[in-house]
């Protein structure tokens, strides 16, 4: 297995991505060859101040970075030798089988839609974040921000993405997708929930089980919950705000520790042809090795064939 990881990527990098990359070695394969992305003389020096020596690393020199701030398509053209750009043509070539950044998002996206592309049927690529369940189980939340406008059959999409995540990824066998809404009837909601609800109902691709209020997300019997990119990035967002108020307060138990951003590490793009895993800007050292060790996850589980036979 050949996993890419830009290490310029990230508030912190190339010291965390470099320190997350050490600690995802001592969890991965035997067979897992690690290939950095980023400036080579910058990257040595990390790994000699730890004493590391490269025996499963290919470092790639890349003279250029996106930076957080800057216009993604523009950056992603105009710097064909940055870390993220020379990444995905890696990715392209199949020299490597999946690749995670906690850099430029917006930069990933469009490396994703022009270096390795989405499926053919896929309508909007979603991402994927995990929600922790009472009950010790994970409900897989789409989409948590690529798409604040969506259509029904986009929503409908989203309801097979997830089905298809929770089935090979999270090994439940038989998931159950519910759509995130203001009530439980049917006729609850706005136009574009009342619509998407007609489309999920009965459907041949996934078992729906109706609508599903806020107040149940981490109580759900659900283990898909569909919504658009902007009510799913709320529903993040003020789950990692509880999370800091209670680790503040100092009133943390074994539930509410599962919150932690650093336990999950990155999010997926689903429906592209390649594996391509997004991080969180400030990731620190634990949340680049999770991102790391799902980025195997998710390669291992073959998902992005698995999407492209359902669709084909």
Wanted: charged share 25%; net charge neutral; proline share 4%.
């Amino acid at each position: 297995m050949r996993i890419g990881i830009d290490i310029m990527g990230g508030d912190y990098a190339p010291k965390k991505t470099l320190q997350g990359t050490i600690l995802a070695l001592k969890e991965l394969p035997k067979n897992t060859t690690i290939f950095l992305f980023g400036k080579e003389n910058e990257i040595l020096y990390e790994l000699k101040n730890h004493n590391f020596k490269p025996k499963k690393l290919e470092i790639i020199d890349c003279s250029d970075v996106i930076s957080m701030d800057e216009h993604a398509t523009k950056a992603f053209r105009a710097k064909p030798n940055s870390s993220i750009a020379k990444g995905f043509e890696y990715l392209a070539k199949g020299k490597i089988d999946g690749l995670a950044s906690a850099g430029n998002t917006g930069a990933m996206f469009v490396g994703g839609f022009y270096a390795v592309k989405t499926i053919p049927g896929i309508l909007r690529p979603p991402l994927v974040a995990l929600v922790p369940r009472e009950n010790g189980g994970v409900t897989v939340l789409l989409d948590v921000g690529a798409n604040a406008d969506c259509k029904p059959d986009v929503l409908y999409q989203f309801g097979v993405l997830g089905s298809l995540f929770s089935q090979h990824v999270c090994e439940i066998k038989t998931p159950k997708v519910s759509l995130l809404n203001l009530g439980e009837e049917q006729t609850k909601g706005n136009l574009l929930t009342q619509a998407t609800y007609t489309l999920m109902k009965d459907n041949p691709d996934y078992t729906f089980i109706g609508n599903c209020e806020g107040r149940d997300i981490f109580n759900s019997e659900s283990d898909v919950i569909v919504c658009d990119g902007f009510t799913g990035n709320i529903v993040l967002k003020e789950a990692e705000g509880i999370y800091a108020i209670m680790k503040k307060r100092g009133i943390l138990d074994d539930y509410f520790k599962r919150f932690n951003y650093e336990n999950y590490g990155g999010t997926p793009i689903l429906g592209l042809n390649k594996t391509v895993i997004i991080g969180h800007g400030i990731s620190n050292e634990m949340a680049i090795k999770n991102m790391i060790i799902l980025t195997k996850d998710v390669i291992e589980a073959d998902l992005a064939n698995k999407i492209k036979n359902h669709f084909n």
